[in-house]
């Protein structure tokens, strides 16, 4: 069974850090893109960055752009997400998502994790 | 930055179907996916490639997609389809990721 558990989520004050991360089984996660998803409360989704199976290639919506960085341990099937100068709009739920194609990242999100929430409050 | 529209709402008698509409300039020119997401849950793949169906997702949900408009269609809707349904697309000239704002569906 494909399973994806997010965690690293808290509260953390305006300017701080959080890095999230995404553990991942039951599918060869070298091959395929990883995304990250956030959801502000009462909000709809959005998208805030996409990795390709072998990390060569990255992409950010533009308000994280500098300060989120993407990154995966393909040895522990573990994705990550920095995240610096957090803003108090940067609260949300973040899922992880992995992508439905092999190789080539389609943005289809086949399977999703439950999510872990980041709070940026003082 | 490209932006696809979908209307706030739909409300639905049961066995009726439903159509949540996602507008963007030259949709037809993308492949679509949808998700629905019921309160509390993570979102679930129902459509992709405009008109795919993961395995799981019942025959009941198909889709279409031409011109500027993309839609979502379920047949003989039930109550256990009532969720907020968000369409999704690639912009290849941004290399983004887009979400439509949501389509909350009452089943009446």
């Known amino acids: 069974e494909v399973q994806l558990v997010e965690s690293g989520g808290g509260l953390v004050q305006p300017g701080g850090s959080l890095r999230l991360s995404c553990t991942v089984s039951g599918f060869r996660f070298s091959t395929y893109a990883m995304t990250w998803v956030r959801q502000a409360p009462g909000k709809g989704l959005e998208w805030v960055s996409t990795?390709?199976?072998?990390?060569?290639?990255?992409y950010y919506r533009d308000s994280v752009k500098g300060r989120f960085t993407v990154s995966r341990d393909n040895s522990k099937n573990t994705l990550f997400l920095q995240m610096n100068s957090l803003r108090a709009e940067d609260s949300a739920i973040y899922y992880c998502?992995?992508?439905?194609?092999?190789?080539?990242?389609?943005?289809?999100?086949?399977?999703w994790g439950k999510g872990t929430t980041v709070t940026v409050s003082s | 930055s490209y932006v696809l529209t979908q209307p706030p709402s739909l409300s639905v008698a049961p066995g009726r179907t439903a159509r949540i509409t996602c507008g963007g300039n030259?949709?037809?020119?993308?492949?679509v996916a949808w998700y629905q997401q019921k309160p509390g849950q993570a979102p679930v793949l129902v459509i992709y490639y405009d008109d795919d169906r993961p395995s799981g997702i019942s025959e009941r949900f198909s889709g279409s997609n031409s011109g500027n408009t993309a839609t979502l269609i379920i047949s003989r809707v039930e109550a256990g389809d009532e969720a907020e349904y968000y369409c999704?697309?690639?912009?290849?000239?941004?290399?983004?990721?887009?979400f439509g704002g949501g389509t909350e569906l009452t089943v009446l």
């Open positions: 030259n949709i037809g020119g993308k492949s």
């Open positions: 999704h697309v690639w912009d290849r000239g941004s290399d983004h990721w887009v």
């Open positions: 990795l390709t199976g072998t990390g060569d290639n990255t």
């Open positions: 998502a992995k992508d439905l194609v092999a190789i080539t990242p389609s943005g289809i999100l086949d399977v």
